[in-house]
């Protein structure tokens, strides 16, 4: 009897619930108020602006990342150190052809790019530095050399001895293959003019510096080496030929010989 009333119940419960409304083939749905159509709309809208900020705010942090590194980097290179290679023997027996140097050019007065200002020289050159400079012929190459005499200095070479103001100058550094009758190895006197610097390669016998085109303005000199940070033993041939399919072929062969001709006991050698 109960069961029977329980179903009984249920049955008038459910007719009287209002039916889901049905529309018919072919009408027009009904119209809906302005405050329901926005409300329906409302969640559509919230949703797209929120995943175009989240993907927004994914890239942000790697791009700015990116910026502020290319910067770091940049700024470096030009105000702080820059890494080179030295092609050439004029200064063997000190810097051999293929040592890679990291060199100093925050003491010496970086230039700003683009406005040619430059910043402080905080170094003094004196004689028996080793730096680097743009040569005065052609500032758009670089030269490493030895200051020899600084303005003011009188300069003279007696059969292949440096003195200066009449002293001799102690250079252990300086090697000589030539004999002494080579012109290169008598020179001057001549007196070093104020704000210029007159410069040697330690290969004295095969350097070209300032016994062929002169002083170099101080205003010329970039920086100075630091160190070597990696020598690898190829001839200066190698190092100066612009041809691509060469450049390509060397650098295949530092590749493959990357670990024997790489001269391991030059590496960290201070300058």
Sequence with gaps: MQVHSF?????????????PAEVAVGAEPAALSPAAEASAIEPVIDKVPVRVVR??????????RLIVLACIVLGMRIFVGEASVVPTAS??????????LFMDKLLYGPEIPLVGWRLPVIKKIHRGDII????????????????????????EIRDGLLYVNSQPVREPYAVHHAPV??????WGPTVVPEGRLFVMGDNRDNSSDSRDWGFVPLGNVIGSPMFVYWS?????????????????????SIAENF??????NRTGTLL
């Design 7 to 19: 179903v009984y119940m249920l049955s008038l419960e459910l007719l009287e619930r209002p039916a």
């Design 55 to 64: 993907e927004r705010s994914r890239w942000r942090p790697s791009t700015r």
């Design 91 to 100: 200064m063997e027996g000190t810097i051999l052809v293929g040592d890679h």
């Design 132 to 155: 680097v400079f743009r040569y005065p012929k052609d500032p758009s190459e670089t030269f490493l050399k030895r200051v020899a005499a600084v303005g003011g200095d009188t300069l």
């Design 181 to 186: 009758h080579n012109p290169l190895e008598s």
């Design 232 to 252: 690898y033993d190829a001839p200066t041939s190698r190092w100066l030929d612009e041809n691509l399919g060469h450049k390509l072929t060397f650098y295949a």
């Design 259 to 264: 670990f024997s001709h790489t001269r391991w």
